[in-house]
């Protein structure tokens, strides 16, 4: 992690997010839910997510912004009364995981009772961070001074080692990692966009992408119907890269592959004049969360229009 204040803020927002996701799936579960995993990540929630992070914020950086002009009214107002009502809904997921856990016999009364508590938590706090990141944090950037960001950081620091125990967000993150590889509950963004939209949504960017698997076949290649830099056609569709690739650069791209299934390499590039294009071709390993490899994207763009680009453009055309 580098020193910047903000990233503290907005990283402990996100540990906040994937243990919100971790405690809404498994209190889904009702009486099959994993109870001691459950009150770790309610303990999470409140001796990390109220009492440090939330004071980093009630403490420091929401006095610093009223001290810098900010109005005690506005967002600043609403945002502790919201830690205030998160703090209610903490004290009754306490109380009713503690009653699940002492009763052998828990009811499906209790674990509903449970899991409504938890989605009205989880809806708080997701539109609480939200408001954050999006409308708090960036109005803060605005009145701040540098000097103001060294403060912060610091005190940032503090408050963790005071409340927590230094290194705190650090074993947190390890604790959530492995609850998520437990669960299988890796967050998972694209499962909820349909294989055309993910289609359309590659083939809408000015980069041709392909990707060659763990068996060296190729699997994918976008824009199937449009021109392209390199002409690619569907028949190369499960071929082995070696049989595709132009003859004078298949001995790169073989060593490039080798190289970085031993775990050597998770890049490389390549820029050529061709025709009349600057053209830029990238190659990135593409690794599981244990860092096996799953294959390589192949990325091709024609950067020639970025290289001619001078000052800056801040308005829409
Ligand atoms: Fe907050
Ligand atoms: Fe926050």
């Known amino acids: 992690m580098n020193n910047n204040y903000l990233d503290v803020l907005t990283n402990d927002h996100l540990l906040i ?122 109005m803060g950037k605005h009145v701040i001074t540098h000097d103001d960001e060294t403060y912060l950081y610091n005190e940032f620091i503090k408050i963790e080692s005071e409340t927590a125990g230094a290194g705190a967000y650090e074993r947190y993150v390890v604790q959530i990692n492995t609850f998520e590889k437990q669960t299988g509950q890796r967050i998972d963004l694209l499962s909820a966009i349909s294989t055309e939209i993910m289609t359309n949504m590659l083939d809408s960017i000015p980069v041709e992408l392909s990707f060659v698997d763990a068996d060296d076949r190729v699997r994918y290649f976008n824009k199937i119907y449009e021109k392209k830099i390199f002409t690619r056609t569907l028949s190369v569709i499960g071929r082995t890269v070696q049989q595709c690739h132009p003859q004078k650069s298949v001995h790169l791209v073989t060593q490039i592959i080798e190289e970085m299934k031993a775990g050597k390499r998770d890049e490389a590039s390549f820029w050529i004049n061709f025709e009349s294009m600057f053209v830029h071709i990238s190659y990135y390993a593409v690794r599981n969360e244990n860092g096996e490899y799953q294959g390589v994207v192949e990325m091709v763009h024609d950067v020639k229009p970025y290289r001619e680009l001078e000052g800056e453009k801040r308005l829409l055309d």
């Open 17 to 138: 997010e994937k243990a919100l996701l971790l405690l809404e799936k498994e209190s889904k579960k009702a009486e099959k839910m994993n109870v001691s995993m459950v009150k770790t990540l309610i303990e999470f929630l409140d001796e990390y997510g109220d009492k440090c992070h939330n004071m980093k914020e009630e403490k420091i950086y929401f006095p610093l912004l009223l001290e810098r002009g900010l109005p005690p009214q506005g967002p600043i107002g609403v945002m502790l009364q919201e830690h205030q009502m998160e703090r209610e809904f903490l004290d009754k997921l306490k109380e009713t995981i503690n009653d699940i856990e002492k009763d052998s016999s828990t009811s499906l009364r209790m674990t509903n009772e449970f899991a409504n508590s938890v989605a009205g938590y989880e809806e708080l706090t997701k539109s609480h961070i939200w408001k954050e990141n999006d409308i708090l944090y960036p």
